[in-house]
């Protein structure tokens, strides 16, 4: 795909076409190739993976390996680049089924806030990062902290899942490693589960993908080829999301009910600066904080517009009281991902709801 052309266009062409053919060629359930061509078996070869690989590979900036969920991704590369008695640096403040993760494995963990400050590094395997981060949307500079990661001989993978590969591009920032839960923006229907792992080491990528044809936690044929159907509108999506958020925040703010709004996107936020030095856009994702969890409650009995839902980056727009998972934020912390409802229909739906 030729990268001078503008996100749209990627997302569209990210199949090349070829007369005769569908746009999207369907999914193949083949467990079992006749043999003769490149694919054997259905656990390490299946045509629709190789397509959506090739265009999130082609996002990112580097090779794609698909995994059924963004933690199959998450787990596969901290088993594949952690050795036992390894250091492994993560975001205190990020998603918090990775924390749970690494908690079980038999590596040193060392905890650090997204905006940091960062442990020195000396030592460690690897630093994960999560910018924005989830639920809390704090920005990581991605350039300075790789260049100090490599000085202290770290490698650094970024949990790009809140961006999207329209979003960032975190190889072309220095890091070394992107994981992403597809599940969420890139899908965007809410319905399937799904992640990938991009880097440009030809070496890692190799690991990556034995590890999962030996590992057997494959990725369905059929969720490859929707999460591949809704890539090619990621780019409009994105566009009406970010355009909710922007009014949201600009509804918000202020509003008696409301504090601690966060949306990097907005050059009022705190993060902003960082952000949108190595963002190439901003996505839907606010956060806020209503009083405690029965205003939560109450917001959501009113409001007929925005659903109760862990999720993000979807059509609908939904919120996430994260404390109910044991996230450690204030009772009242929502985050907020607006959907691709007409803008004037939310704002009035939230500020009556409020
Ligand atoms: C959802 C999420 C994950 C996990 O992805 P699944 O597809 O649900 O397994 C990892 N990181 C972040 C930032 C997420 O939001």
């Not at 369907?26 to 006749?34: K, Q, R």
């Not at 400050?117 to 999560?130: A, F, K, T």
């Not at 059929?222 to 994105?238: I, K, N, P, V």
């Not at 956060?287 to 109450?298: E, H, K, N, P």
Request: charged share 20%; proline share 7%.
């Amino acid at each position: 795909m030729n990268e001078d052309f503008g996100d749209g266009t990627r997302v569209v062409h990210s199949v090349p076409a070829v007369a005769g053919q569908p746009f999207l060629p369907g999914p193949v359930f083949a467990s079992a190739y006749h043999l003769g061509g490149d694919d054997t078996y259905g656990r390490a070869h299946n045509p629709g993976w190789r397509a959506l690989e090739d265009a999130l590979g082609g996002l990112d900036g580097g090779e794609a390996v698909l995994f059924p969920s963004g933690m199959a991704a998450i787990s596969t590369l901290l088993r594949v680049v952690l050795a036992p008695g390894d250091a492994v640096v993560l975001p205190s403040d990020g998603y918090y089924l990775t924390r749970t993760l690494a908690a079980e494995l038999p590596v040193r963990v060392v905890e650090a806030p997204t905006a940091g400050p960062y442990p020195p590094l000396d030592g460690v395997r690897l630093v994960l990062l999560e910018s924005p981060s989830n639920p809390g949307l704090e920005v990581c500079d991605i350039a300075a902290l790789s260049a100090a990661a490599h000085a202290a001989g770290a490698l650094v993978a970024v949990d790009n899942t809140t961006a999207t590969p329209l979003g960032q591009r975190p190889l072309e920032l220095g890091a070394d490693v992107v994981v992403s839960s597809d599940t969420k923006a890139v899908a965007g229907h809410s319905d399937v589960l799904l992640g990938h792992v991009s880097s440009r080491d030809p070496e890692l990528v190799g690991r990556l993908r034995s590890a999962r044809t030996v590992g057997g936690a494959v990725p369905g044929p059929f969720e490859a080829w929707l999460a591949h159907r809704g890539l090619g509108t990621l780019d409009l999506r994105l566009a009406r999301q970010a355009q909710n958020a922007a009014a949201l925040h600009e509804a918000l703010k202020g509003h008696p009910a409301v504090s601690g709004l966060r949306w990097p996107g907005s050059p009022e936020d705190p993060a902003h600066a960082v952000a949108a030095r190595q963002m190439r856009r901003f996505g839907g994702v606010l956060t806020f904080v209503l009083r405690d969890a029965a205003a939560v409650a109450r917001f959501l009995e009113r409001s007929a517009l925005v659903a109760a839902s862990t999720s993000f980056g979807g059509l609908h727009t939904t919120l996430d009281r994260r404390a109910q998972w044991g996230d450690p934020v204030p009772e009242g912390l929502v985050r907020l991902s607006a959907g691709c409802e007409d803008t004037a229909d939310l704002v009035a739906d939230v500020l009556a709801s409020l």
